[in-house]
């Protein structure tokens, strides 16, 4: 009799508890329900707070658990999600559903081998499974795209493991690792603004994360921006100490910008000899911080320029542009010296501005390339400062192909009338066709051109009006003179008085005298 009771008593106990667990079936499923309406109306926070009721109700039910990983996928909550999904697998193994959210979760955060397992069970319990087939397709494209970026980082061929991240991403849309990589190989490449804006978006979502801290700062690092970006460096080492990358780059970054200060400092007094010694130093300490070797080239073209060494400045300037060619000064400067070399190598070079130094100087082998940069300058600055340094370069360019007058008279081009007038008798007697008239036929016309070249010069420079012209540079044709039909023999005979004033004699074979009537 004692045992029938306590048996009773046991009985009457599970009764009440069989009620309640019934009652709680039926709430949680009716919570399920309303999670399910919510669902399909895509309010998924209210879907997922129902999900959440059902499941505090019946924790046990495995379907609860996957309606509310679908649901937190939905929000893009995937590491949530995955704790639910592989919460309702656990539960049922069996269940298919969950094992292809699992793998889903898995795949979005880029964990594509863990995917591919989660859906090979879900093959296995449902060979004929459509969503699995293709999601394991999926899975497989990303571990080869991995595969091949990896690769492709090693050769540097950033371009390439940026495609490869973008492919993957498709499939992975929530894996940080592969944001980072293609963040980095984007400021590798110099987009700067792209990967500041994926390094932003990951620490918007977690401050704490070292790579994005130090892509962070690589961008800086490479727009030049130093100071800054060893502020980033600084704070990813404090949250992953062993972070080698962000080491490396620290460690180069003040390495660079002390290097950089003490050129400076060394160009400000003076010492051009250390300032170069410095620049180059600077120059090996990394060769990928683009922004900031264009600026050493650059400096350093000005140390060589200061020390007569314009063939160097030049070439430093060409390989400033080459690395950034967007970068002015370099487009100035390269412009600058060639016109300024024939007085820096005289000693009487002060430095004055460069449209000064266009009007006083030219270098006619080199005005071609001093146009070209002052074209990429006003391309790139359309300011009024530049558009006249680019007038005043073509119209030095333009005279610079004109016939030398000077030259041609042997005068200089401050030579007074009286010199002019002495220097035309003396070329004209020299190159006069009567002169040669017992020379080959080739000298002779030779000779003859030189004759004529000689009259048009004097022609030009005994005028006031037409030397004005042409100091200036402009054209000569627009004064209605047709400088091919002028005659040479006219103008010497009005020079020497007209005909019979003058004539060649021979006094032996090869030798002539002249004589007026």
């Known amino acids: 009799m004692a045992a029938a009771a306590e048996c009773d008593v046991v009985m009457a106990a599970t009764e009440p508890q069989l009620l309640d667990d019934e009652e709680a079936k039926r709430e949680a499923e009716s919570f399920k329900e309303q999670g399910n309406a919510y669902y399909a109306k895509k309010d998924y926070n209210e879907a997922y707070n129902y999900y959440t009721k059902a499941i505090d109700k019946c924790p046990k039910n495995a379907s609860y658990y996957g309606n509310r990983a679908a649901t937190l996928m939905m929000l893009g909550r995937f590491r949530e999600a995955l704790g639910d999904a592989q919460q309702s697998v656990r539960l049922d193994d069996s269940f298919v559903r969950g094992h292809l959210r699992e793998g889903k979760c898995h795949l979005s955060l880029g964990n594509a081998m863990a995917a591919c397992r989660s859906f090979q069970r879900a093959l296995e319990l449902d060979h004929k499974n459509a969503q699995a087939q293709q999601e394991f397709k999926n899975a497989n494209a990303v571990i080869e795209y991995e595969k091949i970026a990896e690769t492709d980082f090693e050769k540097r061929d950033f371009r390439k493991v940026v495609f490869c991240m973008d492919r993957a991403l498709e499939f992975a849309p929530a894996c940080h690792r592969f944001k980072i990589l293609k963040a980095e190989c984007l400021a590798m490449l110099g987009r700067y603004p792209e990967a500041q804006s994926v390094a932003s978006d990951i620490l918007r979502m977690d401050s704490t994360n070292a790579d994005a801290l130090y892509v962070r700062g690589l961008c800086l690092y490479y727009e030049d921006c130093i100071e800054k970006a060893v502020q980033f460096f600084v704070q990813a080492l404090r949250m992953a100490p062993d972070h080698e990358k962000a080491c490396v ?3 180069n970054a003040k390495a660079l910008k002390a290097k950089k200060e003490d050129g400076n400092k060394a160009f400000k007094e003076g010492n051009y000899k250390l300032a170069y010694e410095l620049y180059t130093e ?32 030049i070439e430093d300037c060409t390989n400033a542009v080459k690395l950034d060619d967007t970068y002015i000064k370099a487009y100035l400067r390269r412009a600058q010296w060639p016109v300024l070399e024939p007085v820096i190598l005289s000693g009487k070079c002060h430095f004055t501005s460069v449209e000064e130094t266009l ?6 082998e080199q005005y071609e390339e001093a146009v070209r940069d002052y074209e990429k300058v006003y391309q790139t600055e359309k300011t009024k400062e530049h558009k006249q340094l680019l007038k005043n370069a073509q119209m030095e360019l333009k005279k610079s192909k004109r ?5 041609i008279l042997g005068v200089d081009k401050n030579a007074s009338e009286d010199e002019i007038k002495k220097a035309y008798r003396k070329r004209a007697l020299m190159h006069h066709p009567d002169r040669h008239s017992g020379a080959s036929a080739e000298v002779q016309k030779e000779e003859e051109k030189k004759f004529k070249e000689v009259g048009e010069a004097f022609t030009i420079l005994s005028d006031p009006k ?11 044709d627009e004064e209605g003179m047709n400088m091919g039909d002028f005659d040479a023999n006219n103008i010497f005979k009005a020079f020497f008085g007209g005909p019979g004033g003058f004539s060649f004699e021979a006094s032996g074979p090869g030798n002539f005298f002249f004589q007026f009537g």
């Open 249 to 251: 780059a620290c460690r």
């Open 282 to 313: 600077a120059l090996r300490i990394d060769p990928n911080n683009i922004k900031t070797n264009a600026k050493l080239y650059c400096n350093r073209g000005t140390v060589n320029s200061k020390l007569r060494k314009l063939d160097d400045a």
């Open 359 to 364: 009007k006083s100087y030219m270098d006619t």
């Open 403 to 407: 016939k030398d007058y000077y030259k």
């Open 466 to 476: 037409k030397k004005t012209r042409y100091d200036s540079g402009q054209d000569l």
